[in-house]
């Protein structure tokens, strides 16, 4: 029997793809727009998927219709058996990447060529080593630089995600579109979102606009280049003329892209999330321990899910505090 691929297509006619799983709440980073000052609350250990129970169930994500899986965390290299994930995931018909901080890179790059993967989502947010341990916690700044131009030197794709916050980093966004003049990266501006526990206030978001009038005024109009999107971005990309790379503006508060959404998101505990904004959650372990189909279940997340960003339309709703703080906090969704 031919598995059904109208499972993961939702009301708005959206069919969802791409699968984001993650490994685990931990990180060896303390990013105060991920984690909150006071930590979280961890899942038992007994209550996260194991390396079986992660193929398995992105087995039957991929039987239905996925094509591309992504692992995350926290920090998904942390976990002691990544090795046996990812080797799982690379039998399957499906691309695989990651998102990783980079501290651990080095550690596990022939594991990476091994399984296939070749592109790389790597979160830094400055590049100031200062900067780097007053908003990580952490002295791991050097470490992170030599790892990205290892993975280069690997041929890997490398995309580098740069959370803006407006007074923190914001003043570093010419440095970092002229890091790819010589380097073939992507940086990739993510707007500040509000998540629970990371004292969001639009003040401190950085908006599409005001990237864009930094860059225009930085670097003449005609040698920036407006690049063509891909099928279902998140990131409106653009190039300055004549640089090896290329930078994108992920702008989830003040100009999302919802209508070409195709991602579905995994947590650690095996619930899905139809949505980053959401506080909705569809418990998937639990019915896979008990031996029940799980596909029904994903089929009702995917029809919940709303048109834009959880049913927040407006930025309005998105001041609301009492709107995040029932959602999980970043570290416990996966980037």
Same mark, same amino acid.
């Not at 990783?100 to 590049?127: C, E, F, P």
């Given at each position: 029997?031919?598995?059904?691929?109208?499972?993961?297509?939702?009301?708005?006619?959206?069919?969802?793809?791409?699968?984001?799983?993650?490994?685990?709440?931990?990180?060896?980073?303390?990013?105060?727009?991920?984690?909150?000052?006071?930590?979280?609350?961890?899942?038992?250990?007994?209550?996260?998927?194991?390396?079986?129970?992660?193929?398995?169930?992105?087995?039957?994500?991929?039987?239905?219709?996925?094509?591309?899986?992504?692992?995350?965390?926290?920090?998904?290299?942390?976990?002691?058996?990544?090795?046996?994930?990812?080797?799982?995931?690379?039998?399957?018909?499906?691309?695989?990447?990651?998102?990783?901080?980079?501290?651990?890179?080095?550690?596990?790059?022939?594991?990476?060529? +091994?399984?296939?993967?070749?592109?790389?989502?790597?979160?830094?947010?400055?590049?100031?080593?200062?900067?780097?341990?007053?908003?990580?916690?952490?002295?791991?700044? /050097?470490?992170?630089?030599?790892?990205?131009?290892?993975?280069?030197?690997?041929?890997?794709?490398?995309?580098?995600?740069?959370?803006?916050?407006?007074?923190?980093?914001?003043?570093?966004?010419?440095?970092?579109?002229?890091?790819? /003049?010589?380097?073939?990266?992507?940086?990739?501006?993510?707007?500040?979102?509000?998540?629970?526990?990371? /004292?969001?206030?639009?003040?401190?978001?950085?908006? +599409?606009?005001?990237?864009?009038?930094?860059?225009?005024?930085?670097?003449?109009?005609?040698?920036?280049?407006?690049?063509?999107?891909?099928?279902?971005?998140?990131?409106?990309?653009?190039?300055?003329?004549?640089?090896?790379?290329?930078?994108?503006?992920?702008?989830?508060?003040?100009?999302?892209?919802?209508?070409?959404?195709?991602?579905?998101?995994?947590?650690?505990?095996?619930?899905?999330?139809?949505?980053?904004?959401?506080?909705?959650?569809?418990?998937?372990?639990?019915?896979?321990?008990?031996?029940?189909?799980?596909?029904?279940?994903?089929?009702?997340?995917?029809?919940?899910?709303?048109?834009?960003?959880?049913?927040?339309?407006?930025?309005?709703?998105?001041?609301?505090?009492?709107?995040?703080?029932?959602?999980?906090?970043?570290?416990?969704?996966?980037?």
């Amino acid at each position: 029997m031919t598995p059904s691929k109208t499972i993961l297509t939702d009301d708005f006619g959206r069919k969802h793809n791409y699968l984001r799983i993650s490994l685990l709440e931990k990180c060896n980073l303390r990013c105060t727009y991920c984690m909150p000052a006071d930590g979280i609350t961890l899942s038992p250990k007994a209550s996260l998927m194991t390396a079986d129970e992660i193929f398995a169930i992105a087995q039957t994500f991929v039987e239905n219709g996925v094509d591309k899986i992504r692992l995350t965390g926290g920090e998904p290299l942390l976990r002691k058996d990544f090795p046996e994930i990812i080797s799982k995931l690379s039998t399957l018909e499906t691309s695989l990447s990651i998102t990783t901080n980079g501290i651990l890179i080095d550690r596990h790059i022939d594991v990476l060529k +091994q399984a296939g993967v070749k592109k790389i989502n790597l979160s830094l947010d400055t590049l100031v080593a200062s900067k780097f341990h007053s908003i990580t916690l952490r002295n791991q700044f /050097e470490k992170v630089i030599d790892n990205l131009h290892l993975l280069l030197n690997n041929n890997f794709q490398v995309k580098v995600n740069v959370v803006l916050i407006k007074g923190f980093n914001d003043n570093e966004i010419v440095d970092f579109i002229n890091l790819t /003049e010589s380097l073939p990266i992507s940086v990739r501006f993510i707007e500040f979102m509000p998540f629970a526990g990371n /004292e969001w206030d639009r003040i401190k978001m950085v908006s +599409q606009n005001e990237i864009l009038s930094q860059v225009e005024t930085c670097f003449t109009l005609y040698k920036i280049q407006k690049l063509e999107d891909e099928k279902n971005f998140t990131a409106r990309t653009y190039k300055i003329k004549g640089f090896q790379g290329d930078f994108g503006i992920i702008s989830s508060i003040t100009n999302p892209f919802c209508d070409s959404c195709n991602r579905i998101r995994l947590t650690a505990n095996g619930k899905i999330k139809n949505c980053l904004f959401s506080n909705s959650e569809t418990d998937l372990l639990t019915a896979f321990r008990n031996g029940e189909s799980i596909t029904e279940l994903i089929s009702q997340s995917v029809q919940n899910k709303k048109k834009v960003r959880a049913g927040m339309v407006t930025i309005s709703e998105m001041d609301d505090p009492a709107k995040h703080l029932d959602n999980r906090s970043m570290i416990a969704i996966g980037g």
